[in-house]
């Protein structure tokens, strides 16, 4: 069977011809995730042979990466906020600048007593989960219109034992929700354009859900209903919390009825880009 060594020089060339960004930090991953072993044991055993099952899964892996799938669907998972989340092919990968939502949500909702928030668009459940573990006190409705997501937040709620305060709810925004009033809604909601989603990198265009990607022709399509229609479901002097894509917080802040909410304020990435809207009704 091959080394370690041999597998890794195998690799890196076969992914640098797919394209892949850091083909060789990417090839020493999968070594890892295939063979179940840590970057020290790859440097200090180079000459390690595969045995015929850890070959078999890294060839497996490599092709998949090859095809541009995200590294996250080979592993199953992606940490976020300090939490090990499941992620499936069909369902959006958790990004780091969308800790900033959490953030602000347990900023706020550590300050109230019992509160109960909404997350419109759970995906893999890292938001709602990441605010549930940080303020026991607190209880959420997630919704989302993809089984699949629904399915992987339940996972992903019961692994990180926050499940009986999380309902879900199959729903396209606030379709399905009924009369609930709640302190605060967070949304990542899909703000790319369409034009934008052909010129993406082929990990997000080719594998990542459509649906959590497509904006519409601005893509501000899905955002201009959630802030229409959040009010509704606040309690007085509510919270909107919503993710935004470079370039559109100038343009959403705007979308916000003066009669109905307070300015705005932006929340910025370690890029200096602001990428989260921070609004609150009226009392």
Known sequence: MPTIAENLALAVE???KAQVFDPVKEAKSLLMLATKRNMAFLIAHKEYELSDEEQAVFVDFLRRRASREPIQYIRGSQEFYGLEFTVLPGVFIPRPETELI????????KTLPNPIFCEIG?????????????????????????EKALQTTKLNAEKHEVDKRLKLIPSNLFENI??????LVVSNPPYVSKDEILSLQDEVRKFEPTEALDGGSDGLLIIRKIIKQTPKFLKPSGWLIIEVGFGQAEKVASLFNKNTWNEP?????????????VARTLA
Request: hydrophobic share 45%; net charge negative; proline share 4%.
């Open 102 to 109: 959490v953030e602000k949500s347990v900023e706020i909702l």
């Open 14 to 16: 076969v992914l640098r």
């Open 265 to 277: 304020e932006f929340l910025f990435d370690l890029q200096g880009i602001p990428r989260t809207v």
């Open 122 to 146: 759970v995906g893999s459940g890292c938001i709602s989960i990441s605010i549930l573990r940080n303020v026991p006190q607190a209880r959420a409705v997630g919704v989302d219109i993809s």
């Open 178 to 183: 009924g009369s609930e009033k709640f302190d």
